[in-house]
């Protein structure tokens, strides 16, 4: 029998993702039947699909899908770039080579194997998790994502809103020839994949949790779910080019997945503490919110040792894994103890889990006691681990072989990690405070998202990177009106 949710927000537990590209890929993936997908599996790639390989082992079973000279996809993608510019054969496939070279990334210096960046559905499949991770059974990264989507109240799915997004673009931000050849360049057994994703209208979603607890309050869930819709509204997407288009998503998802763990860890923590505490309920359950606006601090004014985050987001992470671990250890140990799913649907329901939560565990409060300040000095929490390197590895500045990383959020400084925004991190979080291109917004609805996010910033230091960055329309002394103009 399978033991009962004990989360806050049934999620599943995370892994590392060596490529953002995985992320947008992973979702599009998720729309495509398993019966597609076992068939590609079964006839192409039974360890899985990545973009191209350094690979130089024979008996390496993951299939690239870039092309090369001699392929037949090859030929006739290049011929139809020929056909389409009136030039000859060789000409063509040119054309091919720069662009399949142009739209490839290796994850580091490190990295065996390339993804594709996603401008289009089509090079969206062209590698998927099992590919790029090496792994059979890799975390499912598209479900994280939808679950992390429902509970911040989004509508529809994420994944539905990504494809639709890609299917009504236009051609302002990606060249229709660029479309066709990329289609053209993908596996033959990928196509029947990508026609059932194109095609697919279904909306719905399963059932994944969406605590009505959670509704409104400030918490990365929020932000990821507002954040998605608009950028995938439809206006954006032609509005600038595809590549920037698709790093935005990539940025989203990273931020997004990195900050709800952090933010569920940081409530792990507090609520199982609250367990073996007589404070009011609701003042506890009020009081995590409140503090998760503060899990990260960024001042551009701090010295390197004093601005280190990386010993708050360990320490988080095995503190909080360990407290998750402990409430399905009291649930198999006390039956009564109620989940946290039991009261999903009631608008107060952290706080009406606490109250019953402790009433359950009462008559053995002083044995409960023990086992709670030793799982909050915990740092061997099962997990644990992957959670650090989710959370940390997410939000860090990654290193290519082709361009620097401008999406990340931390940064590594000698032996610390420092918060210090990408100059492309803060310009997507806060253009899509606006509610579409070329619509202004306030200095208050950033400062609103990134205390979502977990970030607490010093106005001086906000409104200087805006300044920096050709963001801030108007003069700093108009506080938290100050008008931010998006990047499109």
């Not at 142009?102 to 210096?109: G, T, V, Y």
């Not at 360990?322 to 608008?347: H, M, R, T, V």
């Not at 931390?410 to 806060?430: F, M, R």
């Amino acid at each position: 029998m399978a033991s009962e949710d004990m989360s806050f927000f049934g999620l599943n537990r995370p892994e590392y993702i060596p490529a953002t590209e995985l992320f947008m890929s992973e979702v599009a993936w998720s729309v495509a039947s398993e019966e597609s997908r076992k068939a590609i599996s079964d006839a192409l790639a039974p360890n899985g699909l990545a973009f191209g390989s350094r690979a130089t082992h024979k008996t390496d079973k993951v299939h690239t899908t870039k092309l090369s000279k001699g392929d037949s996809q090859y030929e006739k993608a290049s011929g139809l770039i020929a056909e389409r510019f009136g030039r000859e054969p060789e000409v063509g496939r040119g054309i091919l080579n720069t662009l399949l070279d142009e739209i490839e990334n290796f994850a580091s210096e490190r990295s065996i194997r390339s993804t594709a960046i996603p401008v289009t559905l089509a090079a969206s499949l062209m590698q998927d998790a099992r590919g790029i991770t090496g792994k059979q059974n890799p975390v499912n990264v598209a479900q994280i994502v939808e679950k992390i989507y429902a509970a911040g109240g989004g509508q529809a799915t994420a994944a539905r809103r990504w494809v639709d997004a890609l299917k009504k673009a236009g051609p302002n931000g990606l060249p229709e020839w660029v479309h066709d050849a990329l289609t053209e360049a993908m596996p033959i057994e990928c196509q029947p994949a990508l026609s059932e994703i194109q095609s697919d209208p279904k909306a719905t979603r399963n059932s994944f949790r969406v605590p009505k607890w959670l509704d409104g309050k400030p918490t990365p869930f929020r932000w990821f779910a507002k954040s998605w819709d608009i950028l995938c509204s439809g206006q954006w997407v032609d509005e600038m080019p595809r590549r920037r288009f698709a790093d935005w998503a990539a940025c989203l998802t990273r931020t997004g997945v990195a900050t709800t763990y952090l933010f569920e860890m940081h409530l792990n923590a507090k609520m199982v503490a609250a367990l073996d505490s007589d404070v009011d309920p609701a003042e506890v359950a009020q009081d995590a919110i409140e503090e998760s606006k503060r899990l990260l601090y960024w001042n551009d004014n701090s010295s390197a040792s004093a601005a280190d985050v990386g010993p708050s987001i360990k320490q988080l992470s095995y503190v909080g894994t360990s407290c998750q671990d402990l409430l399905k250890k009291f649930k198999q140990a006390y039956p009564e103890l109620p989940s946290i799913g039991a009261f999903d649907d009631k608008e107060e329901g952290l706080t009406e889990w606490l109250e019953a939560a402790r009433d359950a565990l009462r008559p053995n409060r002083t044995e409960v006691a023990k086992q709670i300040a030793a799982a909050l000095d915990n740092s061997k929490g099962s997990g644990a681990k992957n959670v650090f390197e989710t959370v940390r590895y997410s939000l860090l500045v990654r290193g290519g072989n082709q361009s620097a990383d401008l999406y990340g959020f931390l940064k590594q400084c000698g032996p610390y990690t420092c918060v210090d925004p990408g100059q492309e991190w803060l310009i997507v979080i806060a253009s899509l405070c606006s509610t579409g291109p070329r619509q202004p917004s306030r200095l208050a609805d950033l400062s609103a998202a990134l205390s979502d996010i977990g970030i607490s910033v010093p106005r001086s230091t906000l409104i200087g990177r805006l300044e920096t960055y050709g963001l801030a329309r108007s003069s700093h002394d108009a506080d938290d009106a100050l008008e931010i103009q998006p990047a499109f």
